[in-house]
């Protein structure tokens, strides 16, 4: 199976810059995954297709200010890095640009040296080891100096960074927003829960598993980059029985399908409570838990627009995907959603 296999060719004046005004305004393309119809809707008609035989499963994960501006002590080289996920209290793992200069030993000074990071180990793909020294709390410090990690497609400035954050987001650790959970409201929240539809949350910390391109040319030559994720004794517990009871779960976001099928077991029973996981979803993939899921659109060639189509089926994809951008649908993280079912 090639990776271009799941191109399409996608005008850029339908990549969303910026949010809409309000979350639960966007548009919503319905897709029934065993006929292929296809219905447009907005995002708050949502509450008609949830009912209390529904499970909604969200990742509560909180995305931090990942992106740090420094310069190599050395030679006063300007050098980005993004904040991948934490070894220890001071290390993290990070991607680097440009990784070339960072050897071990590098030191890399930010905001005039209230932050300072040492290369501890140097791996493939310009990630790095890094170790950081600093007084206080790094979070006290990586607020004050961070950026907002938002994708290399989006060029315009996010006035509110809370828009690049779930309403439901409380975990911190994510270097990218689980952006299918971007629509929702409070209040949809709440109308949903006063319908019956039981809702449920899962830790998973968006890295480059979820947002690494796919370089292969054949997507079994590609490597998906490990992800933590958390899944409480007592969710697990509900998910089980729920599932056991004919429920129907629903998870919002590529994030939530990846932590429910990274734990379900070949019983269809959630056996890990948390973990990393490395898992790559892709067709030919049979899912032992997930039923029906609300996701943004996703880039070409992308791990996960290999997802849904292992869920949907790669011809109705395709077919919605034409559809959508026909129709004129908002791609990307500030896009418009879908509810595959």
């Given at each position: ?144 100096l961070g950026n907002m990690p938002l994708p290399p497609y989006i060029h315009e400035k996010l006035e509110d960074k809370e828009r690049y954050q779930t309403v439901y987001s ?54 998906m980059h490990k992800e933590y994720f958390e899944i409480a004794e007592d969710v697990k517990n509900r998910l089980n029985e729920a599932k056991k009871n004919g429920k129907r ?93």
């Amino acid at each position: 199976m090639k990776t271009n296999d799941f191109y399409f060719d996608l005008p850029e004046d339908l990549i969303a810059q910026v949010p809409l005004k309000n979350r639960d305004e966007s548009r919503l393309m319905t897709l029934d995954k065993n006929t292929g119809e296809i219905k447009h809707k907005t995002f708050r008609d949502i509450l008609e297709c949830l009912n209390d035989n529904d499970i909604l499963v969200l990742n509560n994960t909180r995305v931090i200010p990942a992106r740090l501006f420094g310069f190599k002590a050395e030679t006063n080289a300007e050098i980005e890095i993004l904040l991948l996920s934490r070894k220890d209290i001071n290390t993290w793992e990070a991607l680097t640009k440009p990784a070339k200069r960072l050897k071990l030993g590098t030191r890399i000074i930010f905001g005039d040296g209230l932050l300072i990071g040492v290369v501890k180990e140097l791996q493939e793909e310009g990630i790095r080891t890094i170790e950081f020294e600093y007084e206080g709390i790094f979070e006290d410090v990586l607020d004050r100096l961070g950026n907002m990690p938002l994708p290399p497609y989006i060029h315009e400035k996010l006035e509110d960074k809370e828009r690049y954050q779930t309403v439901y987001s409380k975990v911190t650790g994510s270097s990218a927003a689980p952006t299918a959970g971007l629509h929702f409201t409070p209040e949809i929240l709440m109308e949903l829960k006063n319908k019956g539809v039981q809702i449920e949350y899962v830790t998973l910390h968006v890295g480059l598993g979820t947002f690494r391109p796919v370089k292969a040319e054949s997507i079994f030559d590609h490597t998906m980059h490990k992800e933590y994720f958390e899944i409480a004794e007592d969710v697990k517990n509900r998910l089980n029985e729920a599932k056991k009871n004919g429920k129907r779960i629903v998870c919002v976001g590529t994030t939530s399908v990846r932590t429910l099928e990274s734990s379900a077991n070949i019983i269809n029973n959630l056996d890990r409570d948390s973990g990393w996981t490395d898992i790559f979803i892709y067709p030919s993939y049979e899912f032992k838990f997930v039923d029906a899921m609300i996701t943004n659109f996703h880039l070409p060639e992308s791990t996960l627009i290999m997802m849904i189509s292992a869920f949907a089926g790669k011809n109705y994809i395709m077919d919605a995907y034409e559809e959508a951008i026909k129709e004129k649908y908002r791609f990307f993280s500030f896009g418009d959603a879908m509810y595959i079912f």
